[in-house]
């Protein structure tokens, strides 16, 4: 069995200066992050095969839209 991801917390505040180092990491690294204010979670952010994959084992393939917006890079 493969090792779960690291999750890394840091706040809200943290995640918006370092928001470039986060990413790659996620989509390097396959960390995943917890980013907290005021003591809650407002958001964890994972690798995008990830997310899929919970989407599909929650049947909810429909969330998923890998179709990017225009202009979206």
Known sequence: MADSPKTVNLSVADLRSRIVEVLARIQY???HFRAWRYR???????????????????GEAGRINLVHPKGDQ
């Open 40 to 58: 809650e979670t407002q958001a964890v952010l994972v690798p995008e095969d990830w997310y899929e994959r919970a989407c599909e084992a929650l």
């Open 29 to 31: 690294a396959g960390e």
